[in-house]
């Protein structure tokens, strides 16, 4: 029997091994067994096939040739860093202007100093309830395009800066 959307769901959970987990030697069983049966061939739709074409051509291309690769600094950065400073500078983000403009989530647009709307400007430039922070972080006034688009130094401290505040981005 084949799996398909409409006759099954499939749950993923990942157990630990050998960690004395009722029901954990049977998964281990039960996952040998199913390693030993024959396996179903499948064949990828037309959209899948095409994207594993282009990934597997993008991939080989890209490595022919490292002097195209992304200039963006952003690309040395961890992973969630790099989340972080992209919802910044799209905004497309969880601060509370985007929130409430975009899905009327909240009590309003407004950061809770009353200052100004709570926007990646306004939390990295001008909120004076963060002015002590950012201080740390910035000792000395810096541009939001630096902040944004900077060097890879630059884009982790704002997102060290963030990361430090008690907000979701």
Known sequence: ????????????QWI??????FGNDIADELAKEGGLMEQIQY??????????????????WNE??????????????PRADQVAIFRLRTGH???????FSRFKIGDGPNC?????????QH???DCPQLEKARRKYWPEPREMN????????????????????????
């Open 1 to 12: 029997m084949a799996l398909s959307s409409t006759a099954s769901k499939v749950f993923l």
């Open 16 to 21: 630990p091994g050998h960690i004395d987990i």
């Open 43 to 60: 064949s990828p739709s037309y959209k899948e096939a095409k994207t594993l074409i282009n990934s597997t051509f993008n991939y080989r």
């Open 64 to 77: 022919g040739h490292p002097q195209y690769k992304p200039r963006d600094s952003i690309y040395q950065l």
């Open 93 to 99: 983000n969880r601060l509370k202007h985007h929130l």
């Open 112 to 120: 809770p100093c009353g200052a100004s709307r709570q926007d990646a």
């Open 123 to 125: 939390i990295l430039q």
């Open 146 to 169: 630096q902040k944004h688009y900077g060097s890879a130094l630059h884009m982790g401290i704002t997102a060290e800066f963030i990361n430090s505040l008690d907000l979701t981005i």
